[in-house]
């Protein structure tokens, strides 16, 4: 089971982005909620970030490669305080809060994504500079499974295993699914075979995780919501919260 706080964040982000869904018809929310517990993972355990100091010099760097899952990264920065909730609801779709990401470091995006496979890419010229300048700062790229199938990809991934830069962490989102139906293909089990050599996580995970009648189901891959799932789906974050909230008030009574 998930600490309450963490849990507590998650359906927050979830109702959040649900939000966001009857606000500006945003689309790709089921990527978003397959990568959602990655980037929180990251940004709030395992990456050198200062929240307040977005452009630290010694920060570690995310490139969220699956630039259509922007609004896992958007909703996490959010609960970071790099990005306003408030800016988030009245400019998403405009500016630089697009249903893609564009590269703005002041408010933790670190790269323009959204044409698959470039992510690894990215991450091998930014390592390649902070060698040549003496920073020790890592680059975690979260891609997603389909992915896997870019010739672009592949090149990265061979020219990785020749360098063996030590700053690259990769982390795949293997929900299974991608735009045009189930993965079916062979890519990600050679990824596996470098995994030995190179640091890279495999996460499996479900489409539209956290709203049950969008999990697994690849039609909430581009789709908006009607207002009968947006209902649903309302309902169904609001009982998680409302069981998180409860499990974080017992928790904090046991710690009194």
Same mark, same amino acid.
């Given at each position: ?38 980037? *929180?993972?990251?940004? +709030?355990?395992? /990456? ?10 010694? @920060?570690? #760097?995310? =490139? ?80 997603? *499974?389909?992915?896997? +199938?870019?010739? /672009? ?10 360098? @063996?830069? #030590?700053? =690259? ?88």
């Amino acid at each position: 089971m998930q600490p309450a706080d963490k849990r507590g964040r998650l359906c927050r982000m979830r109702r959040r982005l649900i939000e966001l869904a009857q606000l500006h018809g945003a689309i790709h929310i089921a990527s978003a909620l397959s990568c959602l517990e990655i980037v *929180d993972d990251l940004l +709030q355990r395992r /990456m050198r970030y200062r929240p307040a100091e977005p452009l630290w010099a010694d @920060r570690d #760097r995310l =490139i969220l490669s699956k630039g259509h899952g922007a609004l896992a990264l958007y909703l996490e920065l959010c609960e970071l305080g790099v990005i306003r909730w408030s800016d988030l609801k009245r400019n998403y779709h405009r500016g630089k809060l697009r249903g893609c990401l564009t590269l703005d470091p002041n408010h933790g995006i670190e790269a323009s994504t959204g044409s698959l496979g470039q992510g690894l890419s990215l991450a091998l010229g930014i390592a390649m500079a902070f060698k040549r300048q003496g920073r020790r700062s890592r680059i975690f790229v979260v891609m997603g *499974d389909g992915e896997c +199938q870019e010739g /672009m990809f592949w090149e990265a991934l061979h020219f990785w295993d020749k360098m @063996r830069f #030590r700053n =690259i962490r990769l982390v795949i989102d293997n929900n299974g699914l991608q735009g045009m139906g189930e993965l079916v293909n062979t890519s990600l089990d050679r990824v596996r075979q470098y995994a030995h050599a190179l640091p890279i996580r495999i996460v499996r995970t479900r489409k539209g995780q956290g709203i049950p009648f969008m999990e697994g189901n690849n039609y909430y891959h581009y789709c908006k919501l009607s207002e009968q799932e947006l209902c649903a789906a309302f309902d169904a974050v609001r009982k998680e919260e409302e069981k998180a909230k409860s499990e974080e008030r017992r928790a904090k009574s046991k710690g009194q």
